[in-house]
């Protein structure tokens, strides 16, 4: 069986090859297909910008697609960056740059205040459009600054209090065993063995 994961994020496809190792599937990125559309994410929920690109994924390629929506929902900022969590600093922002503009937003909130959540909804859908959804939450808080380099995105930022360390400071393995993509994945996985 073949899956096309609908992500141009190398991170995030990482993680979920990691996460469908041992399972009769073949995981296969976009870089293996050639001409395909561009998936504009303007959803107003993760949900959306999910069935989005799973949708038009798995329609061009013939193929079952996944695709995820994540982002970091930061409480005192109401939920911002949300779905706009990769581009919160503008379109061609990287890693640092959003990381750089949410610390300047959070700079005058003390620590017992500084609250937010990884999310993740996951879409798998079949080429002729039926899809399932599949989701996951972490809670955490914002640090002041960055620790640790592994991860990505937020990671750096991402403070769990229960293992007293961020996001980017835990094993691969480790974190998709916690994480609000990784809860997402469990279930996908458990869709794909029949269970």
């Excluded at 930061?74 to 919160?88: F, K, T």
């Excluded at 909804?121 to 079949?126: D, I, P, R, T, Y």
């Excluded at 995105?153 to 209090?161: E, K, R, S």
Aim: charged share 30%.
């Amino acid at each position: 069986m073949e899956l096309v994961v609908a992500t141009g994020n190398a991170g995030k496809l990482r993680e979920i090859r990691r996460r469908l190792e041992g399972i009769d599937i073949e995981v296969l990125g976009m870089d293996v297909f050639v001409d395909l559309p561009e998936v504009i994410e303007d959803g107003d929920t993760f949900a959306e910008n999910a069935a989005k690109k799973a949708q038009t994924i798995a329609a061009a390629t013939g193929r079952m697609t996944l695709a995820d929506d994540s982002g970091l929902e930061v409480a005192v900022l109401d939920g911002r960056p949300g779905v706009h969590s990769a581009r919160y600093a503008g379109e061609d922002a990287d890693d640092a740059a959003n990381n750089a503009k949410l610390l300047r937003e959070l700079s005058a909130v003390p620590p017992e205040r500084r609250q937010g959540a990884f999310v993740c909804v996951m879409a798998l859908c079949l080429p002729e459009g039926e899809c399932r959804y599949f989701s996951g939450r972490l809670e955490g808080e914002i640090l002041s600054s960055p620790r640790g380099d592994g991860g990505f995105g937020y990671d750096p930022l991402f403070w769990l209090a229960d293992k007293q360390k961020s996001l980017a400071e835990i094993p691969l393995d480790e974190k998709n065993g916690i994480s609000h993509r990784g809860q997402a994945l469990d279930q996908v996985v458990k869709v794909l063995q029949g269970d």
